[in-house]
């Protein structure tokens, strides 16, 4: 079970990400609104911009919203990417909720405690701590927490952009490293919308 939900969470890594060329000269750590989002959490540096050979790109990682043939949202991943100098990572996060054969309502807010119900709604979340090495990551899900946590994304499906805050908390699976909180409020993010 908890090898089918690591595998859930990490696909949409494999399969999204905007990317928006930006000048070369830009030292600015927090992106503009305009071509990424507005991102803002605790104790986390976020730097979307990648630089190779003098050149900068910043890296808007698309979230991915999933619905149901009748259009109703059944999942929700948001995803970061944070960079060091140069191309080294510092961290790696994604978050979400999987409705399980629920619906998700946009705008409600999901607070999830305890064990989960059948069909009920779980969040996900995935945080790699790269440290800026690229050689050793620390890697915390909640999945020991069985999907609980806080979540509110708001879909703007007209500009394909996702809004939300999120209050997760991620366990290291080998239980060597202490828990972390991630409290987190982003807005104006690029979405996918895939149909299943």
């Known amino acids: 079970m908890k090898k089918l939900f690591f595998l859930l969470l990490i696909i949409p ?29 605790s104790g986390l540096n976020y730097n979307p911009t990648i ?16 619905t149901n043939s009748n259009n109703d949202i059944t999942k929700i991943v948001v995803q970061f990417h944070s960079f060091c100098t140069g191309t080294d990572k510092d961290w790696v996060m994604a978050a979400g909720i999987d409705g399980q054969g629920s619906i998700i309502v ?42 609980n946590g806080t979540v509110n994304f708001v879909v703007d499906f007209s500009n394909s952009e996702i809004s939300g805050t999120f209050t997760l908390t991620g366990t290291d699976p080998q239980g060597v490293l202490p828990p972390i909180t991630v409290v987190c409020t982003f807005s104006n993010m690029p979405i996918q919308v895939m149909s299943i």
């Open 106 to 147: 946009s705008g409600t807010t999901y607070n999830i405690t305890g064990t989960p119900n059948l069909n009920s709604p779980i969040t996900t979340f995935l945080f790699q701590d790269y440290n800026c090495t690229q050689t050793e990551i620390d890697t915390y899900t909640n999945t020991s927490s069985l999907g």
């Open 51 to 66: 630089s190779v050979s003098g050149i900068s790109e910043t890296i808007c990682d698309g979230s991915i919203v999933y």
């Open 13 to 41: 890594f494999i399969f999204s990400s905007c990317k928006k060329d930006e000048d070369e000269n830009s030292s600015s750590l927090a992106p503009p609104s305009s071509s990424c989002c507005i991102f803002s959490a």
